[in-house]
């Protein structure tokens, strides 16, 4: 009913930028909350970002002042500046959505990979 693909990861050196999409597709009624996701190997998956249907965004510590979640429609952003080595993870993002048909879950893509290193 509902899917989500990334896109945008790739390779970077330290200090560069890449610019992470994530577009909703299907019975989409409305979308209340966009998440990003990450996971690097060996780690816990942790959220990066998050951003709510009325604009009210969330950062995790590691990430402020170098991240900006964004949305526009039925897709998420994550623009990743300043990139650090710790930054290289499979990122993805998850939905909180209501189908067509009134259900209300989560949804989530299948990841992107981004790895920083020089």
């Known amino acids: 009913q509902v899917q989500l693909v990334e896109s945008g990861g790739g390779l970077v050196q330290p200090g560069g930028s890449l610019r992470l999409s994530c577009a909703a597709s299907?019975?989409?009624?409305?979308?209340?909350?966009m998440r990003w996701y990450r996971q690097g190997p060996g780690k816990q998956r942790e959220l990066v970002a998050d951003?709510?249907?009325?604009?009210s965004t969330n950062y995790v510590d590691s990430v402020k002042g170098r991240f900006t979640i964004s949305r526009d429609k039925n897709t998420v952003y994550l623009q990743m500046n300043s990139l650090k080595a710790e930054d290289t993870a499979v990122y993805r993002c998850?939905?909180?959505?209501?189908?067509?048909?009134?259900?209300?879950?989560?949804?989530w893509g299948q990841g992107t990979q981004v790895t920083v290193s020089s």
């Open positions: 299907g019975s989409i009624f409305s979308i209340y909350v």
């Open positions: 998850n939905a909180d959505v209501r189908d067509g048909r009134g259900v209300r879950m989560d949804y």
């Open positions: 951003i709510t249907n009325a604009g």
